[in-house]
């Protein structure tokens, strides 16, 4: 079973619109992280937004914003006013046991391929 | 600060030569992972390291793989003998214990003929 589920293989934006990636995950672990990691075409993964599943806030970095909702197991990314910059993959990942002593890989979704229109 | 480096970033061989990647993680963090990205299967993990030592190799795909961590500072992944279907971007990530982010080197393009 997928562990990452992200359904939008693709998706064009306007710029200067506000876009929300999907993410789902599914994990048995109390103890989880969320990430998003954005690719551009140049190959560098760069981290961008962490959520702790103890956190009661939602995670905010800049123009990136994590819309979590633990109950129904996802962890949307929130790009608001995107730019022409925004254009590149971005990855969710989740990484279980987080601190607790258990297998602490990283595991990624397929990923969501954002490209936006001037 | 220098970020995770690897080398070679660049890698053309023909089938069946030996093949190393390596990897300098940065300094003070106790996770090291090695990535695979291809877009058949988008980014498999293949091993990981706890403080040197490799936790899980579920996902390195047969013994022609092999990953080695002899120091802190310092990690290889071995392909041994290469096959066209290794062609990929070999990623190394690594991370503090506490804090959860991977920070990924550049990538390693191998390509094998």
């Known amino acids: 079973a997928q562990k990452i589920t992200q359904t939008q293989p693709g998706m064009f934006v306007q710029e200067k619109e506000a876009v929300t990636l999907d993410c789902t995950y599914d994990t048995s672990d109390q103890s989880y992280g969320l990430f998003w990691y954005k690719q551009p075409s140049s190959g560098e993964m760069i981290f961008l937004i962490y959520q702790g599943s103890y956190d009661e806030q939602n995670a905010t970095e800049g123009r990136y914003s994590l819309n979590f909702q633990k109950a129904r197991k996802s962890a949307n990314l929130v790009i608001s006013a995107s730019q022409l910059g925004d254009s590149a993959m971005y990855f969710c990942a989740m990484r279980e046991a987080l601190r607790t002593g258990g297998n602490e890989k990283l595991t990624f979704g397929t990923g969501t391929r954002l490209t936006i229109i001037p | 600060d220098a970020g995770v480096i690897q080398s070679p970033r660049h890698e053309v061989t023909e089938m069946g030569q030996e093949v190393t990647l390596r990897c300098k993680p940065i300094?003070?963090?106790?996770?090291l992972f090695w990535y695979r990205q291809t877009m058949m299967r988008g980014l498999e993990l293949l091993i990981y390291?706890?403080?040197?030592?490799?936790?899980?190799d579920s996902g390195m795909p047969e013994d022609r793989f092999s990953a080695k961590m002899p120091n802190a500072s310092f990690s290889t992944l071995k392909i041994q003998p290469s096959e066209p279907r290794d062609s990929a971007v070999y990623f190394c990530a690594s991370s503090y214990y506490y804090t959860g982010e991977l920070f990924f080197g550049e990538g390693s393009r191998l390509t094998v003929l």
């Open positions: 300094s003070g963090h106790d996770y």
């Open positions: 390291f706890n403080n040197n030592v490799p936790i899980d």
